[in-house]
């Protein structure tokens, strides 16, 4: 029998190498792509915010000219989620658009299995891009299913030569170009690259606060390796977006041992058995967190873990349930700092 050493998480230490990347750089490949004439490479404009990945990667992050690429969850369920993202970006002067001609994405009936094909898929990625692009703006997704959903499109664009030509043929069609961002940019990623103009102008003192986090599946399970980490969170165990601008506001952020464990929402799951996901969501979320940390305010980032984490508690009241957390997103909380 072999024994392989096991060492403590506190002692891990994670060393950020981007030779030790799961995936190469597609940024080298898209590049290459644009090249040969296969497409057109959406470049992030200045003035942006370049950010370490879970393997040392930079990323860049623009900070204005932004295309805000909305979540129909977020308009429909969280209205005051949109809004504060725009809110901040007035705040701040910066310059972005909010289009009228996005479509959803369909990312949710994708992970249902539930629709279409490739091709289609892959279209209507495309289309928004393109959309973003004819306005001289730079798509910033509101989304956290979207963005999962288009780094992965990116990925199987950039791989498959038949699927570029059938794509490019309907872009054709509707008078668009093959065309493709740089980087593929969550809103929080944004948040995080702007926390300290944040804290600068925070007006409301929050360090009587404890918060948990929960780090959205579809942002650092799906193409892991362009998630944002940090040294200074967690060692680099984890991502650093929503912990790295509570911490610049003064807020305590409490750990508890379910981090990892996605909200319920899951892939398919709420939409085909949406008993399993509000029961996953109070019992291994929800109850955890107040058990462990008993926090004031639970934060995450995503337009289904808010949903998700907030509504079940209904669910679970019903059931006496530890429930009565309120659920907010990050963007939220930033701009009620900044009053």
């Given amino acids: 029998m072999i024994h392989l050493p096991v060492s403590k998480a506190s002692e891990r230490i994670f060393k950020a190498t981007p030779e030790t990347a799961p995936t190469h750089d597609l940024r080298e490949e898209l590049f290459q792509l644009e090249k040969e004439g296969e497409l057109e490479v959406i470049r992030v404009p200045e003035p942006y915010m370049e950010v370490r990945t879970k393997y040392g990667r930079m990323k860049k992050i623009p900070l204005e000219k932004t295309w805000h690429h909305k979540s129909c969850g977020q308009c429909g369920h969280i209205p005051g989620y949109s809004t504060s993202i725009f809110w901040l970006n007035r705040a701040f002067g910066l310059d972005y658009y909010d289009p009228t001609d996005q479509t959803s994405c369909t990312a949710w009936n994708y992970y249902a299995s539930a629709t279409s094909n490739p091709e289609a898929q892959a279209a209507v990625a495309i289309r928004n891009f393109a959309a973003a692009h004819e306005v001289g703006y730079f798509p910033l997704i509101h989304c956290g299913t979207s963005f999962g959903h288009y780094k992965e499109v990116r990925h199987a664009l950039v791989h498959q ?71 200074e969170i967690y060692g680099a165990q984890r991502s650093a977006i929503i912990t790295g601008v509570l911490q610049k506001l003064g807020i305590n952020v409490a750990d508890y041992s379910t981090w990892f ?49 907030d509504q079940s508690q209904v669910a679970g009241k019903a059931h006496d349930k530890k429930v009565g957390l309120p ?6 909380i930033a701009a009620l700092a900044m009053g």
């Fill in 327 to 332: 659920v907010m997103s990050d963007s939220q």
């Fill in 161 to 231: 030569h038949d699927l570029r030509r059938k794509v490019r043929d309907i872009m054709k069609r509707l008078g668009k170009k093959l065309v493709i961002p740089e980087e593929v940019v969550h809103y929080s990623e944004w948040v995080y690259a702007m926390r300290d103009r944040i804290a600068e102008r925070q007006v409301i003192d929050m360090g009587n606060i404890t918060a948990t986090v929960h780090p959205a599946c579809h942002y650092h399970k799906l193409i892991e390796e362009d998630a944002i980490y940090n040294e």
């Fill in 261 to 309: 464990d996605c909200c319920g929402f899951g892939f398919r799951h709420i939409l085909v058995s949406r008993d399993f996901s509000r029961s996953f969501s109070v019992q291994r979320k929800i109850e955890v967190m107040k058990k462990e940390a008993n926090p004031d305010i639970v934060v995450t980032h995503d337009t289904g873990c808010v949903t998700t984490l």
